[in-house]
């Protein structure tokens, strides 16, 4: 007979074929026999269709008593036979009085039931009713994975010696095991009014199981990922009692402890032929794939170890005590190890979190932005000219350990040393804890210096710097290596660049932004910061007791007094300025919103705005008179068309190296406002072209005299010198007065 199960939608069916002989053709109509066994819940996916189950059913055969189908035949899992008690508890006079085989099936919802054979098939011919066909045992709550049998007392010939070699052995306890370790066995017992009644014990055992194996000596295996464990059901205390009929005696143990047998993934068991007499052989499967031989003595007595005295017992519980403070100390460090490189690389994390935020976004909100504002202040008796950086953490990440906000001051040459490099200053203030939504403000002194000289234009770049070698040197390092000598065996592999730099933000700090404006007292931040040259008091005092005429006058002064201020200006397209300053600037007439623009960075601006100015005077840092007019002119040489309304910006200082800062910053801003508008693509008028080739001539030949009075001043005498620096000089302000217009 071949017995098969099918999954249908919603149950299980058993069907039942007729196996042809060997030489014989398969009929068509092999089936003899089926039936629908109880309700199963499949597994998710196509209402109505069924899927493959997680867990497969076990089959196995049982045969009664007196039965010769294994006679002379090795017994296997997959068919074994139990005592007459045993068999007629549990499956009833039906198939005792047929001596039928029975077919044991354990379902994946964790249902053992059973169908005895003889009756399947007459079904057939006979159908009747399915429940009457299959019989319910037990339900074990969890997919049942093996289906066994085993002997757990000696039969009456095997304890009088007389059990022959060839004969079978009559099983008399039922075993039957879920995938989560829930066991169940089945034994004939009396109870206390003398009736022989089927005892049901369950028990739990480690899991989850791969697979299971019982031998004839009472014992079952079972194999887990981790272990292979072995149980004993024997009764070995109880006394073989011979009054009791049908040889059903004894109970099942309260409880079973597994023994570990140190094998780890055995996916298939089994037992084999050949084990040595009065031992077990066992043939495991592992899930590499190797085939293991397991020969076990369960019933041999070993001698045990040999008493130990008390001062080795002292002296052996000493070394334990040592081995486990060792062991604890290294788990201590470990944990301590593995701290540190969690919270090293939730760092990292957050820093490249930062790092992809900042660096995605070039242009528009960012972030985490840096502001800087500058401002006057009074400081130690002097006007210091004062920056303040704000750092502000607008994204969801903190910035904790190894985050440093570096800012670098870098100053323009100055005007005695053209040649020389500027100064440059660098800032480092660790950000510590910056969570969300924080702030951090840093206030730096930009000059003047002590000699009272501020070199601009001053330019102020910040950047946030990640330290990974702060970070990751601490988490890789041990903390104590003396102590941990085993990781001196490991390169610590730090990283070849040392910082990670994003940068934040850069503002250049020019003349326009300096200046401050006495007159316009009503401004809190001009009214906050006196006007005047930064001197010591001894300095103030000797001035203002000399004579009118006296030689301890500076140099500053008399340039003042005696000679007339220097000069620069620019002509500027009036068309290019109003397609530029449209936006902000409507109701000012040009020329106010055009001074409006170039103070847009002074704290001054609003008065400027309030009043509508279109000249004003002020002070340089260095207490200089300063004087910027903006008005309309008409360009009347460069087009044929006619004059070319234009807008004149005119600086002027009595202080050459001011004016030339002054000049420096009014180009910039037209040189940023000129790229923006190319953008759009507009056009200049008409142009008298051999009128622009002779102010270029002119210009170059300009440009020639100045390299050979340059020349002048560093071969000839003094007086030589002195008239080479006034020719200098005169050609200087030709060429910041120049008949060109910026269109």
Known sequence: MLITLVQGPTQWKMQLFERPCPGEEPRPEGQIGEVELSTCTPPGGVPGKSA????????????????????????????????????????????????????????????????????????????????????????????????????????????????????????????????????????????????????????????????????????????????????????????????????????????????????????????????????????????????????????????????????????????????????????????????????????????????????????????????????????????????????????????????????????????????????????????????????????????????????????????????LREVVSGALAPSDPLEIPYLEEYPLNLPKQEVVCLPLCKRTVDMLQCLRFPSLASSPAQASCLPGPVREHVETFLETCQAPHSDLAGPASLRAKYLPPSTASIRVSAELLRASLEDGHSGFSLCSATLQWLLAENVAVDVVRASALSSIQGVAPDGTDFHLIVREVAVTDLSPAGPIQAVEIQVESSSLADMCRAHHAIIRRMQTMITEQAAHGSSPPDLRMQYLHQIHANHQALLREVQTLRDQLCTEDEVSSYTAAQKLLQVYKQLRNPSLVLL
Not at 317 to 330: C, F, N, T
Not at 337 to 359: G, I
Request: glycine share 8%; with cysteine.
């Open 52 to 467: 493959a189950p997680c867990f497969l059913p076990v089959l196995c055969c049982v045969l009664p008593p007196g039965s010769r189908a294994l006679h002379g035949q090795p017994q296997g899992f997959e068919c074994f036979m139990l005592e007459e008690a045993l068999f007629g508890l549990l499956f009833g006079a039906d198939a005792t009085l047929l001596q039928s085989a029975v077919i044991l099936c354990g379902l994946p919802d964790g249902q053992l039931c059973c169908v005895v054979l003889r009756a399947l098939v007459t079904s057939r011919s006979a159908p009747g009713d399915p429940k009457a066909l299959v019989k319910i045992l037990h339900h074990l709550e969890e997919p049942v994975v093996f289906i066994g049998a085993l002997r757990t007392e000696p039969q009456p010939e095997e304890a009088a010696g007389g059990l022959l070699p060839g004969e079978d052995v009559h099983s008399d306890c039922l075993v039957a095991l879920g995938h989560q370790g829930r066991t169940l066995a089945i034994k004939a017992s009396w109870n206390n009014s003398g009736n022989l009644v089927p005892e049901l014990r369950e028990y739990c055992l480690p899991g989850p199981v791969l697979c299971a194996v019982c031998d004839g000596d009472g014992h079952m295996y079972h194999s887990t990922p981790s272990d292979l464990c072995v149980v004993d059901l024997t009764r070995n205390g109880i006394s073989w009692n011979l009054e009791k009929p049908d040889q059903a005696i004894g109970g099942l143990p309260s409880t079973l402890c597994p023994d570990s047998l140190n094998i780890c993934s055995v996916v298939t068991l089994c037992v084999s032929s050949r084990a040595p007499t009065g031992g077990t052989e066992l043939l495991a499967l592992s899930a590499k794939g190797r085939l293991i031989t397991c020969s076990l003595d369960l019933n041999s007595e070993e001698p045990g170890p040999a008493r130990m005295t008390m001062a080795n017992a002292g002296q052996k519980i000493k070394e334990l005590l040592l081995d486990i403070g060792d062991v604890s100390e290294r788990v201590s460090f470990l944990k301590k190890a593995v701290d540190q490189r969690n919270k090293a690389l939730t760092s990292l994390n957050e820093a490249m979190n930062v790092s992809c935020a900042l660096l995605s976004r070039q242009e528009g909100a960012r972030p985490i932005s840096c502001t800087t504002t500058i401002a006057w202040s009074r400081l130690e008796l002097r006007d210091v000219l004062m920056a303040t950086c704000v750092l502000e953490n607008g994204s969801s990440f903190s910035l904790d350990q190894g985050w440093t906000l570096y800012i670098k001051v870098l100053t323009s040459s100055s005007a005695l040393d053209l040649d020389g490099a500027g100064s440059t200053f660098t800032y480092t203030i660790p950000v510590d804890r910056l969570s969300p939504g924080s702030r951090r403000e840093v206030t730096l002194p930009l000059g003047p210096s002590e000699s009272g000289v501020l070199d601009l234009p001053v330019t102020v770049s910040c950047w946030l710097f990640y330290s």
